[in-house]
């Protein structure tokens, strides 16, 4: 099989049903693509000096257990300190099902804008690519690895294990005033244009903008790595759980 009949292959493959398997070949590349990623990123690295990659999905609703699908895949690299808009990913994703009419107006992302598109395991290499082995960053990112994850595991028998930060985690670590932890809020309490709101790339950009907010809150607590974080999340728990005894 050449290169380019392998790539139309895997944009328009499909698989629907527990009887659907995907071919040995592309088990074997996806394994072993993830794999690669799943390697650690030093707990002590200074986060001025990490590169992390800052993802969103846009979905056809809440379920991937239910057949919920994913009709989109957004994200942007964050290095130096400094949102990087020219290393950005951004596919739709043919779900090859119906798209709720009420997704399609708060998406913007029609039925036809998909027809001919990359199914999921069109896209899902270069995304793994994108990722690489970086650090993973999401507002609920639990969410957006649950869709990815869920495909992965069912057809794969594996799943992405990046080190991941969720805002909604870190915002509310650090107790941010805001009225409450949706994206919305916290764009709202830092002052942040809500510029291409619910697509998959416009929320990365805005969520990447939301975690150099709170990379700067955590480093006014002297928390400069993810050993630093870690072993400060721990003591936060530990005494709240004491605090309600």
């Not at 290169?3 to 070949?25: E, F, H, Q, T, W």
Request: charged fraction near 25%; aromatic fraction near 8%.
């Amino acid at each position: 099989m050449t290169a380019a009949a392998g790539s139309k292959l895997r944009d328009n493959l499909v698989v629907r049903d527990d009887g659907d398997r995907l071919p040995n070949y592309l088990v074997k590349e996806i394994k072993d693509s993830i794999r690669q990623n799943n390697r650690r990123v030093s707990s002590s690295v200074p986060f001025d000096e990490m590169r992390f990659v800052v993802m969103d999905l846009e979905t056809t609703g809440f379920y991937h257990h239910l057949g919920d699908e994913i009709i989109s895949i957004g994200a942007v690299i964050i290095e130096d300190g400094r949102i990087r808009t020219d290393k950005t990913f951004h596919e739709l994703v043919d779900p090859h099902c119906h798209v709720p009419y009420e997704v399609q107006a708060l998406t913007g992302i029609q039925p036809e804008m998909l027809a001919g598109c990359p199914s999921f395991f069109g896209v899902l290499q270069p995304f793994l690519r994108f990722i690489d082995g970086n650090v993973i960053v999401g507002h609920n990112i639990e969410f957006d690895l649950g869709f990815i994850n869920h495909k992965l595991k069912k057809y794969c028998r594996t799943k992405i294990d990046n080190q991941i930060l969720d805002t909604i985690t870190l915002a509310q670590f650090l107790s941010i005033r805001s009225r409450g932890f949706s994206l919305d809020d916290l764009l709202a309490f830092y002052g942040i244009e809500s510029a291409g709101r619910h697509t998959a790339l416009g929320d990365a950009l805005m969520t990447a903008d939301v975690f150099l907010r709170l990379l700067a809150a955590l480093k006014e607590h002297s928390i400069k790595t993810l050993l630093g974080l870690e072993l400060a999340m721990k003591y936060y728990t530990r005494h709240s759980e004491v605090k309600y005894l």
